[in-house]
């Protein structure tokens, strides 16, 4: 089964600054797609960004960034020139031949002045 | 266009009574899923709809569980005997096909007293 882990519950960052959230994921498949999704307190899921496995250049949407690192399989997110906005749980996700998501336990992120 | 919409926004039941959960995804979009967000297990895949072939129920959690898509489109969720353990948040999601990204609704926030 796959698994998605998260090792950091909570996360600060000033206002502007830049912050990275870890992601890892265990899979013996080889076609799979991963993801980052942003949940506010409106608790609204909301997709941040989306990787292919088979593409090797990392994927980015403005201000949001992922290392992905295939071997390692881990699938962190960049967030540059934090803004108030972006102060939610994330939550990094994968699918593959199954078509559900998994689920990581989250990463709540705050953003101070 | 129209988002995922989930109806109602919140309920609270009884023990024991049956409720039904509505969700209605983004016209056009073939795969529907069920998540249960709950404090203590996080997020859990429920079911998966894909077009007319049979549901992937393997993350039902009883059968007291139950789901129908009707007509490829709307979709209803059934707890039957509500248990104070299926306090949750029940979120559904649909995406264009497998591997694509999927786009959540609102939510239905789900109180057993």
């Known amino acids: 089964a796959q698994t998605v882990t998260q090792s950091q519950p909570e996360m600060s960052v000033q206002e502007a600054e830049t912050v990275t959230l870890s992601c890892t994921y265990d899979?013996?498949?080889?076609?799979?797609?991963l993801f980052w999704y942003k949940q506010p307190p409106s608790r609204q899921m909301i997709l941040v960004i989306r990787q292919e496995a088979y593409k090797q250049q990392n994927a980015t949407e403005n201000r949001f960034s992922v290392n992905f690192q295939k071997a390692a399989k881990s699938f962190s997110l960049k967030i540059s020139d934090s803004q108030l906005g972006d102060a939610a749980m994330y939550f990094c996700a994968y699918t593959g031949t199954a078509s559900k998501l998994t689920f990581g336990t989250g990463t709540r992120l705050q953003v101070t002045l | 266009g129209a988002g995922v919409s989930q109806s109602p926004s919140n309920k609270v039941t009884e023990k024991g009574k049956d409720v039904e959960l509505r969700c209605d995804p983004i016209?056009?979009?073939?795969?529907l899923y069920w998540y249960r967000q709950s404090l203590g297990q996080g997020l859990e895949f429920l079911i998966y709809?894909?077009?007319?072939?049979?549901?992937?129920k393997s993350g039902l959690p009883s059968d007291r569980f139950s789901a129908e898509r009707t007509g490829g489109s709307v979709s209803t969720l059934t707890i039957q005997r509500t248990q104070q353990e299926d306090s949750a948040v029940y979120l559904c999601a649909s995406s264009v096909h497998r591997g694509s990204e999927q786009y959540f609704g609102p939510g239905t926030r789900l109180t057993v007293t």
């Open positions: 709809f894909q077009g007319n072939s049979a549901p992937d």
């Open positions: 899979t013996s498949e080889s076609d799979y797609y």
């Open positions: 016209s056009g979009h073939t795969a």
